[in-house]
């Protein structure tokens, strides 16, 4: 039986994937997640899961962040994005993150069906429209800060994701039922992996994941 991961935060759209994957895959078992902390609650109880189709938009994801970590955490598994982003340097910047195939949210059922089944059987599915000749395209230093988030415990992670929507220490304590002391202890940790000095400079390092790519506005520093 295999076990199928969808992260979109849509139900009615979660749901149409999820008939397309028992299209596919008539067996398998499917579980749902509509945020990325989500997300990395599923993957820590089911880590030997067999796909994962990925929105890249999400509460607690900025872009390609959730999958540069998801890729770095879990190697082994296949990312199918799912997107309504049309545009071929988005479907690029996809597969130079490791996303092993890109579904727009236009595609029709057959299409989606077709990409599953290729994926699984090892290959790269792009739709037909964008992936003509198309490949892994990344900025020197998106790649290198993928590289960093990548190396992020989940618990990191998710500290990171709300540093770059501008939370403050205490309010990330109280979504992750945590202490302050806790969450200054993984921004020390996070800071260290992406080589700077202040919760605004990471903050900015993140934005180079996002889809537009626009630099944050300055924290307050509270470390």
Do not use: C
């Not at 935060?9 to 990325?36: E, I, K, Q, W």
């Not at 945590?178 to 992406?194: P, Q």
């Amino acid at each position: 039986m295999r076990d199928v991961l969808i992260a979109d935060d849509h139900p009615l759209f979660r749901d149409a994937l999820t008939r397309a994957v028992h299209t596919a895959l008539p067996d398998a078992a499917v579980h749902g997640a509509d945020s990325v902390p989500a997300l990395l609650a599923l993957l820590e109880s089911r880590p030997d899961a067999d796909l994962l189709l990925l929105d890249l938009h999400m509460p607690g994801a900025r872009g390609f962040s959730a999958l540069a970590h998801i890729r770095g955490q879990y190697p082994g598994l296949p990312v199918i994005v799912v997107s309504a982003h049309e545009e071929v340097a988005v479907l690029r910047r996809a597969l130079g993150h490791g996303a092993a195939g890109y579904i727009p949210k236009s595609a029709a059922v057959e299409s989606i069906v077709d990409a599953i089944n290729a994926v699984l059987g090892g290959d790269v599915w792009l739709p037909p429209r964008l992936g003509a000749d198309a490949h892994g395209e990344l900025k020197a230093d998106e790649a290198e800060i993928a590289a960093r988030v990548a190396e992020l415990t989940p618990q990191q992670f998710r500290v990171l994701s709300m540093i770059a929507e501008g939370k403050l220490n205490k309010q990330i304590a109280f979504e992750l039922n945590v202490s302050e002391a806790t969450v200054k202890a993984h921004m020390t940790a996070i800071m260290r992996k992406l080589g700077v000095s202040n919760r605004t400079q990471v903050a900015l390092l993140a934005s180079h994941l996002t889809l537009e790519q626009i630099p944050p506005p300055a924290l307050p520093d509270e470390d």
